[in-house]
């Protein structure tokens, strides 16, 4: 979900509230039973390890971003993480990711949720998924 470059502070934000600490630290440490936080060399391979298998990013300089539909794209999916290089699945796979992902910004309240927070150009999935598939990986090649 998130580049090489962006896990290191991300890991260490969660690791920071998963030992009790800051706003949501008691709330963390309470849904964590009796999980114990990372050690400091267990957080240091998780951190390299997630650094090196990173999301890869399109390019905010690719030309499919200019489009209506490659701007609907970066503005859905830039809000949670990076901008998956969209041949990182094939054109079936992306009709069940951009369905999950709808399901989780209509639970998180992002951008389908109340008028308000709606944007311009109005979100349309239907069209997200065509622009990925448009620039989807062939089924047969391999990552």
Known sequence: MHSGERWKSVVERMVWRMRGNGNMGAL??????????PTDSEVQALVRYLERHGQRELAASDPALATRAGEMFALACGQ???????????????????????????????VIGRSELRTEPELDTDEIVRFLQRHARDAKERE
Do not use: F, I, Y
Not at 28 to 37: E, G, H, N, S, T
Not at 82 to 99: I, S
């Open 28 to 37: 963390m440490k309470d849904l964590m039973a009796q999980v114990r936080a």
């Open 80 to 110: 949670c993480h990076v901008l998956p290089d969209p041949r990182r699945h094939t054109m079936r796979e992306w009709t069940v990711v951009v369905n999950r992902m709808k399901r989780h910004m209509s639970w998180v309240n992002t």
